[in-house]
């Protein structure tokens, strides 16, 4: 049966950071909703000419356009054993849509860590947040500076701030995220799979709780 882990949290609360380091130690995929929009304005596709608009004003593209660019990501061979999901799904509707389609693919949702951070601390993050051009690892410039600024340590390519972590834009994701997003942290609190972690704490001590967290969620997942 395959595993597919939803990683929710606010803007900056670590969801891509911890998801580059969980994936590679559970070996599943990360599939982040966010860097595949990109991807696509990146390359200007229609996809990608659809979506600008909403990610320039900081708002969630639309539910249909969102689901399909997903369900066809989630289709390829790569994820036949599971997927560590970053950013999708961010509304009930998405998140519907999902276990409909994971049921499809004889999966469900087996768990959903909750990287909960204080609203005053996102700010902060995502205005000193940088971003690697080739692959989006992602450092800040207190928090986890890269060895040389500017440039990735890992791939050593161009570091980059994103256009939405602009303080403004900043402020009306996160009213976003509470409004639109917050209603699913019941939604799989009431399906018995949220496994809440303090997201305010080092980066490795994120990771470490969200792995046993997840060992103790089930043997096989971790
Ligand atoms: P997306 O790319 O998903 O952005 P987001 O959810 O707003 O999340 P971020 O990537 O900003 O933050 P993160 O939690 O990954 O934090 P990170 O690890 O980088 O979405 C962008 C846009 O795409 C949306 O606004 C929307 O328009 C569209 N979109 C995407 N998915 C959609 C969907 N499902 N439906 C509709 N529209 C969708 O960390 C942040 C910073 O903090 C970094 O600098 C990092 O180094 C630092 N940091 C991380 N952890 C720690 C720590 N423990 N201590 C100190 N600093 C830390």
């Not at 928090?143 to 161009?158: M, Q, R, Y």
């Not at 949220?194 to 971790?222: H, R, W």
Request: hydrophobic share 40%.
């Amino acid at each position: 049966m395959p595993t597919f882990i939803v990683l929710l949290g606010p803007p900056g609360a670590g969801k891509g950071t911890q998801a580059q380091i969980v994936s590679q130690k559970l070996g599943l995929p990360h599939i982040s909703s966010g860097d595949i929009f990109r991807e696509h304005l990146k390359n200007q596709t229609e996809l990608g000419k659809l979506a600008k608009g909403f990610m320039e004003r900081g708002e969630l593209v639309l539910d249909d356009v969102t689901i399909s660019m997903i369900r066809e990501r989630l289709s390829r061979p790569d994820c036949a054993s599971g997927a560590l999901l970053d950013g999708f799904p961010r509304t009930p509707a998405q998140a519907d849509a999902l276990a409909a389609m994971l049921a499809e693919f004889n999966g469900r949702v087996n768990a959903v860590p909750y990287i909960k951070v204080a609203e005053q601390v996102l700010v902060e993050r995502l205005t000193g947040r940088w971003t690697c051009k080739a692959q989006g690892h992602v450092y800040h410039e207190r928090h986890n500076p890269p060895k040389v600024a500017g440039i990735c340590d890992l791939d050593g390519s161009e570091l980059y701030q994103r256009d939405d972590d602009k303080a403004e834009t900043v402020l009306n994701r996160i009213q976003v995220y509470f409004a639109q997003t917050m209603p699913l942290i019941e939604y799989y609190q009431k399906a018995g799979l949220l496994l809440e972690v303090d997201g305010t704490q080092s980066i490795e001590k994120v990771s470490s709780d969200l792995l046993s967290g997840l060992a103790k969620i089930s043997k096989s997942i971790a």
